[in-house]
């Protein structure tokens, strides 16, 4: 099975900045486009940032300017720096990674367990 873990999560106050990564590991021949998405309290999930796999982006209107995401292909992690953080960004941030996995011939979306991220007024 394919396993995503996020870490850097915490509390941080307004305006301070936060790092998350996301490692995948398991049976994977490539990982194509990975992402952020968070989901607040009684909201739905929301995508916060994109990477392909040849290192395009996109971003989230709210999160543009702010957040940078990056991935590092051989560790098979992407990153998310969060700068300028603001109360709104509250919320468990979750990895997604479109894998495809060895001896499979299609690929498959798979979501880290979450993390938290909290910021203060």
């Known amino acids: 099975q394919v396993q995503l873990v996020e870490s850097g999560g915490g509390l941080v106050q307004a305006g301070g900045s936060l790092s998350l990564s996301c490692a995948a590991s398991?049976?994977?021949?490539?990982?194509?486009?990975m992402g952020w998405y968070r989901q607040a309290p009684g909201k739905q999930r929301e995508l916060v940032a994109v990477?392909?796999?040849?290192?395009?982006?996109n971003y989230a209107d709210s999160v543009k300017g702010r957040f940078t995401i990056s991935r590092d292909n051989a560790k098979n992690t992407v990153y998310l720096q969060m700068n300028s953080l603001k109360p709104e960004d509250t919320a468990i941030y979750y990895c997604?990674?479109?894998?495809?996995?060895?001896?499979?011939?299609?690929?498959?979306?798979?979501w880290g367990q979450g993390t938290q991220v909290t910021v203060s007024s």
């Open positions: 997604n990674a479109d894998v495809t996995r060895k001896w499979y011939v299609a690929s498959l979306g798979y």
């Open positions: 398991g049976s994977i021949f490539s990982i194509n486009a």
């Open positions: 990477i392909t796999s040849g290192g395009s982006t």
